[in-house]
C-alpha cells in the first residue's frame, strides 16, 4: 500500500535494559529536547486552552511531555526479552511532526540456515486470525539483506479495530544470518496509509548499522539474538 504523502521519518533505538545509566541519561534529554521542538508549540496552546474549571488539571507543565515520553519509553523496553528492542520515532509532513511518538518492537533470531519461506508465516503474509481484510506484502532489498512487510486491518477484543505492520528481515553476513522481526500497530486511517513504508524506513536503518564499521559515522547495530528455532 504506497501514497503520494511525502513522508520524511525519524527512528531511534531506544536503549535497552541494562544499559550504561549515563547513555541512558543522555537519551532521555536528547528525546525530550526533539519532543519539545517538534510539537512544544502545540502542548503550550493546548495547556492555555485547557478550561481553568476543568474536572483535571492539563497533564503536562511547560517542558513535562518530553520527559515523560522518554521515561516510559524506557519503561517499556526494561520488559523487553533480552533478543528484542524497542524502536521509537515520528513521520513529518514537512516540517510537521504529524505523527508520534510511533513505536516498533524488532525481535533478532539466530536464521535458519537455507531457509527464510518460514519467515512468511511468522509476519502474517496470507494473514492472521484477527485480520478482518486481505494482508498488502511488499518485498524489500536492503544492502545487507531482503525483507517483506505486511500490512493489514485487524480486529481484536483488546485493540479493537487497529492496522497491524508485521515485517522480517534477514540479515546476511559471514559469520551468520540473522533473522529480525519487526511489529507494530496503529489506529488512526491517517496512520494506516503511510506506517508500511514507515517500517520499510527502519528495515532499512537496521540493515545499514548491521552493515557499519566499529569507528565510522553509522553506530553498529547492538543486539542479542534468541537461539535458533527449529520448527
Known sequence: MRTDLEVAWYWDWVPAAGSDAAERSA????????????????????????????????????????????????ERADSLPRNCRLIWGAGFLGDEARWLPLLVLAEFREARPGDS????????????????????????????????????????????????????????????????LLTTRVTGVDQLAVIGP???AVMHMIANQFGAEPGGDLAPLRFVPAARQES
Do not use: I
Open 27 to 74: 537519551w532521555a534529554g536528547s528525546v525530550a529536547e526533539r519532543l519539545d521542538a517538534w510539537v512544544g508549540d502545540k502542548v503550550a496552546a493546548a495547556r492555555a486552552a485547557w478550561p481553568a474549571d476543568a474536572a483535571e488539571e492539563f497533564p503536562f507543565s511547560t517542558g513535562e511531555m518530553g520527559a515523560a515520553v522518554a521515561r516510559d519509553l524506557l
Open 117 to 180: 519461506a518460514y519467515l512468511m508465516d511468522l509476519v502474517g503474509a496470507e494473514g492472521f486470525p484477527d485480520d478482518v481484510r486481505e494482508p498488502h506484502v511488499e518485498y524489500v532489498t536492503t544492502d545487507h539483506g531482503d525483507g517483506v512487510w505486511v500490512l493489514a486491518l485487524a480486529q481484536s477484543e483488546g485493540e479493537g479495530l487497529h492496522g497491524r505492520v508485521t515485517a522480517a528481515l534477514r540479515l546476511e553476513a559471514p559469520t551468520g544470518d540473522v533473522d529480525v
Open 198 to 200: 514507515g517500517v520499510e
